[in-house]
Structures are given as structure tokens and as C-alpha cells.
């Protein structure tokens, strides 16, 4: 689509780069300079219905100001109509909102020509119409000819994903913690509600034809899960949407929460198969250790301070030398590093940002004894580290110097890393060492399976992990070794089971 220049008056879609359109209009009102307003949207459809419910937004604010102290133009009303005829989408709501705009400017032009009338005593040139009655139609042939009048309610013009949206803007605002808000939520968080917003329940809404928030009905919703590859993911998008559907109840969008008979999904564990794929034998681990040490980079470092301490990988990138307690010999954990969307004023992400953040519960703020080992390892990487900042000019370009509030493992850019790049980085190290396959968290769910097969008190794991209950640790962290297994059958049966003859 080739993008115009807009005309006065007259409503225009563009597509843009993104895969966004965009539907605008220039706006003269009274005395006022012209105002451009726009609206973006998935479709064609959306964004031209949002551009109207801001204009019918624009002229009531501007009423009921008082900046409308003289006529619309008498092209304004004709020249809207034409342009959206022109556009092609003729659905109720579109007409209906067209409707709307034209007799707000016939009624507010009555309006003033009968304020001017009762001052001036000149009778005005046609009888002016009702303010109030601003749904009769004044509209050319064709406009009306496609018209059809829906249902009055309010559920029936709220946008599925403009409501959506608004959502997740209000999710982000309980990410700042107040007197009111004393436990707010992680941003981390409210970015994966969004990604799973825009990947899964809006593609299967738009390709269904569901625009509106009222047409997610019980039946819909569960052809939607039915869809939703993955147990986890189900289990996610019904935990959104039931939150989406409490806060429309609660800002009266819709009456009833469609997913009130309909089950959550059940989480599924990870069969004995999956859990022994996703960790380090304990009898292995030295080998990693001895492979991460002869690597000997910022990343795999990091990933021996993980199997040797059990951190989040979020909390390993936010590792700072400050964390370092030589006194006590431990590793003090109290800050994470992230990566998060940047998101313009209608919701659309434009890029993405990393910085500190808080972790992931209060049980997390804790301190690890160090073992001898990391110790020495991260000792000696401290001194490269301050070496390097002495005599790398790139970082001297920049101006940095180093100080205990340094991070202690930087990418190639001297910046710390974030998840996503060490769950790219460990497959490759696999690779390049013939090791057995293995995620960051797999490194974490090895140190809880050494710590428990040395016999660690539960209590003492719970903490070490930042967990707040031994059971979270236990379900999803502790795994059980095949020799752990056979060492125990030997003892049920008093080592006798595995020397029996068979007769």
C-alpha cells in the first residue's frame, strides 16, 4: 500500500514496516490548529476503528473544555464519510462510530449557531438538532445503505487486544514498588504474559475472526487451549486469560469469566527419563569443572560458579565482585541481571533493554559458602580481569574503570551477560568438549542432587537454593542417580540381593 498524504478531514491507512497498519486524519477544531491524530493496528480493521473511538474521544474533550468555540468545517462531516466508504470496511462498528462523529459535529454546529442566534436574535438558517440525540443518522446513501445497528451494550465495542493491552499496562504498573504496592511484580514477568498474548491467544483470535472481547466465550476459549502446543503452555495462557477476565469484570468490560467452568490445565512433571537428561551426574562433575577451567572465559567460569553454587542464571549474570564476602568465605546473592522489551505507548515493543532487577522472591537474597575450589578460581579471574582493564583500549574508550561494582563475568562487548545468551553458549561448549547435553538450569538442578546425595539436611538445601519450602526443591531440583538408586536397593537388601545365584 502506498502511503498519502493525508488530507484535511479525510481518513487514511498505511501499512507500515512493522506489519502494522496505521489509520490517521488531520482534525481542524474551532480556533484550533489542525491536530493530526493516528492509531496503529494488526489489521487494517483495528486500526482504523481505534483511530475513530480517539476521535469521538478528541471532539468530547474538546466540548466539554470549551475549545469548540465556532463551527466545524461544513466539508468535515462529508469528507470523513467519503474517506472511510472509500476504505472499504463497512462492519457495524465501523459505521456506528462513523455515525457517532458525524452527528457530534451537525449537533455541536447546531449547538453554537443556537447560541448565536439567542444572542444576536438572527433566527438560525435550519433548525438545529438535539445535542443529546447524537445516534440519529445524518449520513451520505452509501455510508447508511451498508449500515446495521448492533446490539447497544457495552461489551460489543471493546477491542480484544487494545483491552489486552491496556492489561498488560496495568500489570506493568505493579512493577513499582509502593506503600500500596508493597510486593510488586517482576517486569521478566509481565513480558512473558505479553509474548504469550502476541504469539498465541491474539494470532488464534485474528485467525478465527474473535476481534472483540465479548466473542471469547467458554466454547472458544476452549478450542483456544486445545490448540496451545505444551502442557506448560497451555497451563500459562489460561492462568492470563483468567487474570485478563477478572480485571474486565472488575472494570465492568464483560459480566461473566468465560474460563469459569473450564479446568486449569495440569502442570506435568518431567518423566525419570527427562530429569536424567537435565543434570550432571555427581561423579562427573569434576570433569566440568576440570573443562571449564581449561576454557577459561568469562562464560564458562560463570557456568562453574553455577554448578558449584546452584544460582539462578539470572543471578550469576548480575554477579558483582561486592559479592565476593572474603571475610566469611561466601558468595552474598542480591542482584540479577536481565533483559527486557521496551514497549512504545500502544503496547508495540521497539526494542529491548538490560539493567539490574530485584530477584525472584524474598527467599532468594541469601548467602552460599564457597567451596575452596570456586574460590581460588574466581580469585585468579579477579586479577585477569582488573589486568584487562588496565590495557584494553576499548575500555579505556569508554571511559570505565574498574571497582568492586563490576560485574565478574562480561560478554566480548564488556557487558554482563543474560539468560538467553547462556542458554545458547552451554550447547556450544557441549559441543566443543563431547559432553553430554545440558541446559543452565540443568547446572542448578545438579548442585541440589550433589548437595542431597551427600546427605545436606533439607532444610539447609531449601535456603541454599532460595526456595521457600523444601518441596519445591525436591519436586523440581533433586534428581536421583542411577548408582544412588542401586547403592540404596543394596542396602534394602543387605547386599545380599545382587550376589543370589539365579537356580
Known sequence: MEKERTKKYEVSITLKSNGYYIATISLKIGGEPAKRIENSGTTEELALLGLLNKVIAYIDTAFSNGLITCKFDDRVSQRLVDSVNKTGISTPEILQNTLIIVNKINNINAHIIQNISLQTNILPFHQPLNIANINTPIINKNLSSNYEKPKSTIENKVIFENFAMEWIKYKFSLCNKTEDNPKPLSKKTIDGYYKRIIDIILPYCKKNKKLYLHEL???????????????????????????????????????????????????????????????????????????????????????????????????????????????????????????????????????????????????????????????????????????????????????????????????????????????????????????????????????????????????????????????????????????????????????????????
Not at 257 to 269: E, F, G, M, Y
Not at 289 to 298: A, P, Q
Not at 412 to 440: A, I, W
Open 217 to 503: 466465550t467458554e466454547d472458544f476459549i476452549i478450542e483456544l487451549l486445545k490448540n496451545v502446543k505444551g502442557q506448560t503452555s497451555k497451563r500459562q495462557v489460561y492462568i492470563i486469560l483468567n487474570m485478563l477476565f477478572k480485571y474486565a469484570i472488575k472494570n465492568k468490560k464483560i459480566t461473566k469469566n468465560p474460563l469459569t467452568n473450564i479446568d486449569k490445565p495440569v502442570q506435568v512433571s518431567k518423566t525419570e527419563i527427562e530429569k536424567l537428561n537435565d543434570y550432571i551426574e555427581p561423579d562427573r562433575q569434576d570433569i566440568w569443572l576440570d573443562y571449564f577451567e581449561k576454557e577459561n572465559t568469562d562464560m564458562s567460569l560463570l557456568f562453574e560458579t553455577m554448578l558449584l553454587t546452584g544460582i539462578r542464571p539470572e543471578e550469576a549474570c548480575g554477579l558483582k565482585w561486592s559479592a565476593m564476602d572474603l571475610d566469611n568465605n561466601e558468595l552474598i546473592i542480591n542482584n540479577a541481571y536481565k533483559e527486557f522489551i521496551v514497549y512504545d505507548d500502544d503496547m508495540k515493543p521497539i526494542g529491548h533493554t538490560r539493567h539490574d532487577d530485584k530477584l525472584k522472591t524474598p527467599e532468594s537474597y541469601r548467602s552460599i559458602p564457597l567451596r575452596p575450589r570456586l574460590m581460588e578460581v574466581l580469585l585468579k579471574h579477579k586479577q585477569e580481569q582488573k589486568e584487562l582493564f588496565k590495557n584494553s583500549q576499548a575500555i579505556k574508550r569508554h571511559n570505565r574503570k574498574w571497582t568492586l561494582n563490576e560485574y565478574m563475568f562480561l560478554s566480548r562487548t564488556y557487558h554482563p551477560y543474560v539468560s538467553d545468551t547462556l542458554s545458547s553458549g552451554l550447547p556450544k561448549f557441549c559441543r566443543k568438549y563431547n559432553l553430554e547435553k545440558m541446559t543452565p538450569y540443568g547446572l542448578r538442578h545438579s548442585f541440589a542432587t550433589f548437595c542431597s546425595e551427600q546427605g545436606m539436611e533439607q532444610i539447609v538445601l531449601m535456603r541454599l537454593m532460595g526456595h521457600t519450602d523444601f518441596q519445591t526443591t525436591q519436586k523440581y531440583y533433586i534428581r536421583v542417580s542411577p548408582k544412588r538408586k542401586k547403592l540404596a536397593m543394596q542396602k534394602a537388601y543387605k547386599d545380599t540381593f545382587f550376589e543370589r545365584k539365579v537356580v
